[in-house]
């Protein structure tokens, strides 16, 4: 669940930026942070509450989280970095993340972190915000393609 977290955001932004491809690792580092503030911003106004509480006889596997449900961050910043990366990337690149992305999304409802709506939600945030992000770093539409 690693690629969802924070934390893989300045990873994934400097490896693209140690690799040249600088719109692509500004876009990630957009997005990637954006999915997460905004996913934390988004989650008060919503305010439903984690499974565990909503619904009896959850299995809780690992700790439960203390904060409310939707959207997934998880699924927000994984979602934000495959979007990110997928105009530029190789095919192979593209299999790579669309899988972490996936399996993020999946452990969560696994975990009993997230209803299947949380994710869907924390997705589609993931996507949008990382579209407006590779705009706003040109990499939409530029003409230049850059492979990470």
């Known amino acids: 669940m690693q690629y969802g977290t924070f934390g893989t955001v300045p990873v994934l932004a400097g490896m693209m930026?140690?690799?040249?491809?600088?719109?692509?690792?500004?876009?990630?580092?957009?997005?990637?942070?954006?999915?997460?503030?905004?996913?934390?911003a988004v989650k008060p106004l919503v305010g439903r509450a984690r499974p565990a509480t909503?619904?009896?006889?959850?299995?809780?596997?690992?700790?439960?989280?203390?904060d409310l449900?939707?959207?997934?961050?998880?699924?927000?910043?994984?979602a934000a970095l495959t979007a990110a990366m997928w105009p530029d990337a190789t095919p192979g690149w593209r299999v790579?993340?669309?899988?972490?992305?996936?399996?993020?999304?999946?452990?969560?409802?696994?975990?009993?972190?997230?209803?299947?709506?949380?994710?869907i939600g924390g997705a589609g945030?993931?996507?949008?915000v990382s579209s407006v992000a590779k705009t706003l770093t040109g990499g939409l539409g530029g003409g230049q393609s850059e492979s990470p």
Do not use: I, N, Q
């Open 125 to 128: 945030l993931g996507v949008a």
């Open 96 to 119: 790579a993340c669309g899988a972490l992305s996936a399996f993020v999304a999946f452990a969560r409802l696994y975990v009993g972190a997230h209803l299947p709506l949380d994710v």
């Open 54 to 66: 909503l619904l009896p006889h959850v299995r809780l596997r690992g700790k439960e989280e203390g």
């Open 17 to 40: 930026a140690l690799r040249g491809r600088t719109r692509t690792a500004a876009a990630v580092a957009l997005g990637g942070t954006s999915a997460w503030l905004l996913g934390k």
């Open 69 to 78: 449900g939707f959207p997934s961050g998880h699924a927000a910043v994984s």
